[in-house]
């Protein structure tokens, strides 16, 4: 399986420690994690783990990607455990094409590889996200309520899927 993902902007590359710096001013970032699984990191420690396990992730149920453009980190995109992907990104790169044009390459690469479909579980309030599951082909499957608690905050789920 290639190691990278290539874009007409942008390369997605297995992730290393040494993106710890930069995976940490996005995930320390409460805009940018205002829709994610878990609350902005308060120490860099806490990136350090998130990022290990994602660089020991078993590749034969994970594929996931650090997201560049001329070498600089715009964030994460992939599947931790497939066929459910999902993406974080800075937001001072919000609304540059970014997350579309890497879901293209991605689509691309997990058909290439023989997947029959790809999910995703997204807060109800995250009408961007939505919106580009749905242009890039994806359908609602159902919803669910107080699917996970952020520090106070239950979170309800749109789930989605995409047949490859």
Not at 23 to 30: E, G, V
Not at 39 to 46: D, F, L, R, V
Not at 144 to 163: C, H, M, N, P
Request: hydrophobic share 45%; glycine share 6%; net charge neutral.
């Amino acid at each position: 399986m290639a190691d990278a993902i290539s874009t007409e902007r942008l390369l997605l590359r297995r992730a290393t420690m040494a993106d710890a710096p930069a995976m940490f001013r996005i995930l320390s970032d409460a805009r940018a994690m205002r829709y994610w699984s878990f609350p902005a990191h308060q120490e860099i420690a806490q990136t350090e783990a998130w990022l290990q396990s994602m660089v020991e992730a078993d590749p034969a149920i994970s594929d996931d990607f650090i997201m560049t453009r001329d070498g600089a980190v715009l964030g994460k995109f992939g599947a931790w455990r497939l066929p459910e992907f999902g993406f974080l990104l800075d937001p001072a790169e919000w609304g540059k094409g970014y997350a579309s044009e890497s879901l293209t390459a991605f689509i691309g690469r997990r058909r290439a590889l023989g997947s029959t479909k790809l999910t995703a579980d997204v807060d109800p309030r995250n009408l961007p996200s939505l919106r580009l599951l749905e242009r890039h082909g994806f359908t609602e499957t159902h919803r669910k309520k107080r699917t996970f608690q952020i520090g106070e905050e239950w979170v309800d789920s749109i789930y989605l899927a995409l047949r490859l």
